[in-house]
């Protein structure tokens, strides 16, 4: 159920704010491009549509039912066939420098140490290359932190426990309060070496979009 619980969670939103999250990885035609976490391969296929027939786009993922449901995703014509590959986001079985790009969606929050995530895919990044992190932030403002609160909190759980899967989606609004707000992950993105580094809100301060760059 987890594509229908992003859905239902989002009013269909998150492919769009997946959307944005490619478009800020700035990729051309023939790039290659890694997706961590990339759970049922939505972000993947955005990159693959991006870096077309002639560049690479790999998804990775800790947990192999989920690389199984992102294979039977088609990309589209005039895409890149996407790779699907287990993978520890913490230790990375790719080479230093390898991509033009390297993103994350909504995962990035359930890995167990935050500052080696990033420093790792800042590693397998190339010169001039762009890291990009998409993640639900919490508002700090009324009304929408009240209702932020309302929907995430209590109302998510309880359609959680619906679709038979109660405490996947209790975990979730306990890991967005644990991840730290927009300026300090910026802050460490910065500690791990990377520049330029932005952020855009999204859905009234609910979404998060980071980007920076390592260093030419």
């Known amino acids: ?25 700035v990729l051309a035609p023939g790039d290659a491009a890694l997706d961590i ?10 990159l693959a549509r991006r870096v077309g027939p002639t560049g690479r786009a790999v998804g990775s993922d800790f947990s192999e039912r989920m690389l199984d449901l992102a294979r039977e995703k088609d990309a589209g014509s005039g895409a890149a066939r ?23 969606g909504f995962g990035i929050r359930n890995l167990a140490d935050l500052d080696r995530g990033i420093s790792e895919m800042t590693r397998v990044l190339s010169p001039g290359g762009r890291l990009v992190i998409l993640e639900i932030t919490q508002p700090q403002r009324p009304p ?30 306990e890991s967005v309060r644990r991840f730290p707000g927009p300026r300090p992950l910026a ?15 999204l859905a009234g301060g609910i979404i998060a979009i980071h980007s920076g760059q390592k260093p030419a």
Do not use: K
């Open 1 to 25: 159920v987890y594509d229908l619980m992003n859905s239902a969670m989002t009013a269909g939103m998150h492919h769009r704010w997946r959307g944005r999250a490619a478009d800020a990885a």
């Open 37 to 46: 976490c990339c759970g049922t391969g939505d972000l993947t296929l955005e």
């Open 82 to 104: 996407p790779i699907y590959e287990w993978a520890d986001a913490l230790q990375l079985p790719y080479d230093d420098d390898g991509f033009d790009a390297v993103t994350v």
């Open 144 to 173: 929408l932190s009240w209702f932020f609160s309302l929907w995430f909190d209590r109302l998510v759980p309880l359609i959680g426990a619906l679709a038979g899967d109660r405490d996947a989606y209790s975990y979730l609004p």
């Open 187 to 201: 802050e460490r993105m910065s500690d791990a070496g990377l520049e330029g580094i932005r952020w855009t809100i």
